[in-house]
């Protein structure tokens, strides 16, 4: 049985996110996520004024006439939800949890892609598969991808990003579009960045709360890792301390960013105390000008 609580939960979601789909994402999704192009259809006689380029001279050898391929644009796609629901992802200073963040920008997308025709499955995982929806189409298909996030209580205790886009990968044989939503508090899965991003159209979006940026000066604080367990006790209070952890976390972030940008693979950065409107749009625009 589903309560009433997480039911009222995925309408507001639906409401929210569908709104800004019909007033501002909808088409933008479609011009930035363009369809495969032309799929083999049939194949006809040869007319006079027809391509040769396009004889299929297998079937004409067997029939002894000149046959030629048709083919029509291919617009249907698939957009597969990989979504990090690691333990890092309950921390949230501004409002809403990482996890919340990755629920809403994860609704927006899949409603625009039913909006557009294309499928929508979903993958969540920690340093475990945790729950695999294959592609469907329709609304009602999505509300399930939301109550799935809402309601999923992983086993897992960390991360394992390339372990998810290796099933990603053994799951889905035609090309897609991938969408990794993540805090990305994991290494070594850049292999597997590599593969997917050259199999399928693999899109990064990189969620972060700035109280994980910048110490606050509170003095003593015991700081607990939500996926290791790990415990130390941090003295806030030294400006020096809060420097070195700033410079750390930029150093981490720049390194991010500078690897996505180096294996050619898209990123969008959200913030826990921001909308994700302006960064989306930018990304949307960006693709399209691109192609």
Known sequence: MISKEILQKVRKIEIRTKGKVNNLFGGEYQSAFKGRGMEFSEVREYTYGDDIRQIDWNVTARSGDPFIKQFEEEREQTLMLCVDIS???????????????????????????????????????????????????????????????????????????????????????????????????????DRQLKITNRKHDLVNIFINDKFEDELPDLGLVPLRDAETGEEVLIDTSSEKVRKEYQKKREKAKHQLRDQFLRMK?????LETSASYIRPLMTFFRRRMHRY
């Open 87 to 189: 333990p890092s992802g309950i921390f949230g200073s501004q409002g809403q949890s990482k996890m919340e963040l990755s629920i809403e920008i994860c609704a927006v997308l899949a409603f625009s892609a039913i909006k557009n025709g294309d499928k929508v499955g979903l993958i969540l995982f920690t340093n475990e598969i945790e729950k695999v929806i294959p592609p469907k189409k329709g609304r009602l298909h999505v509300l399930r991808l939301i109550r799935e996030m809402l309601t999923v209580e992983p086993k897992g205790t960390g991360t394992d990003i390339s372990e998810a886009l290796s099933y990603v990968n053994r799951l889905l044989n035609r090309r897609a579009i991938i969408v990794l939503a993540s805090d990305f508090q994991d290494d070594q899965y």
């Open 265 to 269: 693979i898209d990123m969008i950065e």
